[in-house]
């Protein structure tokens, strides 16, 4: 099994930045894509950010230009830079990760951690 922990967030004004951070630990031999998701109050989940193994990253259109995915394997640790933030960035931010271990498709999910934009 994976566990993972974010830390982070808080409170920013608009325009501001925020750096997220996600620590995975357990079987962190088995992680393959790492993420960033996110979910408004009233809203589905929604994708934020991905980042393969071999540190192919994806973008959700509302964030390009202003997050960068980066990813520490040593540490197994995932970032998230949040440049620019904006009023509709508000949400909990969700940690993800997705592997394989022995032939098991192992997906895992952190607790969250809240961002709050001040206008």
């Known amino acids: 099994q994976v566990q993972l922990v974010e830390s982070g967030g808080g409170l920013v004004q608009a325009g501001g930045s925020l750096r997220l951070s996600c620590v995975a630990s357990g079987s962190t031999f088995s992680i393959n894509a790492?993420?960033?998701?996110?979910?408004a109050p009233g809203k589905q989940r929604e994708l934020v950010a991905t980042i393969s193994s071999g540190d192919r990253t994806n973008y959700a259109d509302s964030v390009k230009g202003r997050f960068t995915i980066s990813r520490d394997?040593?540490?197994n640790t995932v970032y998230l830079q949040m440049n620019s933030v904006k009023?509709?960035?508000?949400a909990v931010y969700y940690c993800?990760?997705?592997g394989i271990d022995m032939g098991?498709?192992?997906?895992?999910?952190g607790q969250g951690t809240k961002v709050t934009v001040s206008s």
Do not use: L
């Open 104 to 109: 098991w498709t192992i997906v895992a999910w």
């Open 96 to 98: 993800k990760t997705d």
């Open 87 to 90: 009023p509709e960035d508000k």
């Open 73 to 75: 394997n040593a540490k």
């Open 34 to 39: 790492m993420g960033w998701y996110r979910q």
